[in-house]
Nanobody, 111 residues
């Protein structure tokens, strides 16, 4: 069974950076798309970024140029480098692989 464990969240000031990681287990993911979503308080979960298994990446417009998604297929780990964070980035960040979800990691950006 697929298991996902996110880490790397925390409290950061606006303009700061964080690097999230999602450790996946249960099978190989080299042939699978892996994505990040986030859910802010009182809002619906929204797509943030995806790492396609063929090497493509896509981003939410609001994070383009500031966030970078990457993956390490040797360790089955998905990353999200977040730079120049803004207060509206405060949310729980989740990774999504094959419609499995982790428990999320809290990111709080203070103004």
């Amino acid at each position: 069974q697929v298991q996902l464990v996110e880490s790397g969240g925390g409290l950061v000031q606006a303009g700061g950076s964080l690097r999230l990681a999602c450790a996946a287990s249960g099978r190989s993911f080299s042939d699978t798309n892996m994505a990040w979503y986030r859910q802010a308080p009182g809002k619906a979960r929204e797509f943030v970024a995806i790492s396609g298994y063929l090497g493509t990446t896509l981003y939410l417009n609001a994070v383009k140029g500031r966030f970078t998604v990457s993956r390490d297929n040797n360790t089955n780990t998905l990353y999200l480098q977040m730079n120049n964070l803004k207060p509206e980035g405060t949310a729980i960040y989740y990774c999504d692989v094959l419609e499995f979800w982790g428990q999320g990691t809290q990111v709080t950006v203070s103004s």
